[in-house]
């Protein structure tokens, strides 16, 4: 018999997948992660939250653990989650995100589980034609990433017409800082973790692009802290546990754009380490400006700007080093 409480979050050892773990954990709900550790580790996850060490793609790996754990719904997290690699690497990107999704939601209809809060992206607009961005705004993706994001929730609405599957996609901005020491973003390509690097190692950080159409010539972006956005995550389980009816679709944002050179400023204030950033030629797949409005997950979702932008970087930087074993 399905528990509602207990869910399943695939991707659970990730950045972001750990920090939901925690939220649910924190809510008294039962989380069990599966994580094939591509980019995950495997001490993000609490000792006593049930662990497999999987791929999405085996879909009887997935229908076994949803059937021994009793899970009541998903909170699908994991996937190739790069958009500028994805424009080298296409076919990987779309057989973990477009594939691993389509066997996820298989093996729920095997195994009975009717609910899932997917993670999206702000890659599936590309680059808007509007100042702030909405739901209703056009989806037009520049990156096979931001292609793979859509065909998900493509596949989690027609997969609800032919099932009645309880569903709703979360389009995060750009995810920072952290809500625990012990939980840090180790990507290769994230700006903070790109900086914060940098500047523990003794090297300069390094700014991709400052020639785009914006007012100081470098990215703007939405920066979202992960400890709000994983609490949403657990406000939409919850709704949709209790049957009531949410949005197919969410903006997690803040309605405020920050560039990456105003990101670079902060980080030196509240790190306390002078440097003038390296400028580099732009990456493939990087919009100019992304912004949106968080109103409709504000109203549905418990969603909330908590954080300031110096408390985003001072958790980040706390958490970097104590990674490092570093004290603060």
Known sequence: MADPNTWLVTGGA????????????????SPVVVDDLSSGHRQFVPEDVPFVEGTILDEALLADVMARHDVGGVVHVAGFKYAGVSVQRPLHTFEQNVTGTARLLSAMQTSGVGAIVFSSSAATYGTPSTEIVTEESPTRPESPYGESKLIGEWLLRDQAVATGLRHTSLRYFNVV???????????????????????????????????????????????????????????????????????????????????????????????????????????????????????????????????????????AWLARQAAAGIGS
Not at 220 to 235: C, E, F, K, P, T
Not at 281 to 308: C, F, K, N, T, Y
């Open 14 to 29: 990730g950045y972001i997948g750990a920090h939901v773990v925690r939220a649910f954990r924190d809510e008294g709900l």
């Open 177 to 315: 800082g952290s809500a625990s020491d012990e939980l840090l973003d180790t990507s290769p390509h994230n700006l903070f973790p790109l900086v914060l690097d940098a500047l523990a190692e003794g090297r300069t950080p390094k700014i991709y692009g400052n020639d785009y159409p914006t007012p100081d010539g470098t990215c703007v972006r939405d920066y979202v802290h992960v400890g709000d956005l994983a609490i949403s995550h657990v406000a939409a389980a919850k709704a949709l546990a209790a049957g009531r009816p949410l949005e197919p679709v969410y903006n997690l944002g803040s309605g405020n754009g920050v560039s990456v050179a105003e990101i670079m400023t902060a980080i030196s204030r509240i790190t306390g380490i002078a440097f003038e950033p390296e400028i580099h030629p732009r990456r493939p797949g990087d919009p100019a400006r992304i912004v949106a409005l968080g109103e409709l997950a504000a109203r549905d979702l418990d969603w909330a700007m908590r954080h300031s932008l110096d408390d985003i970087v001072e958790g």
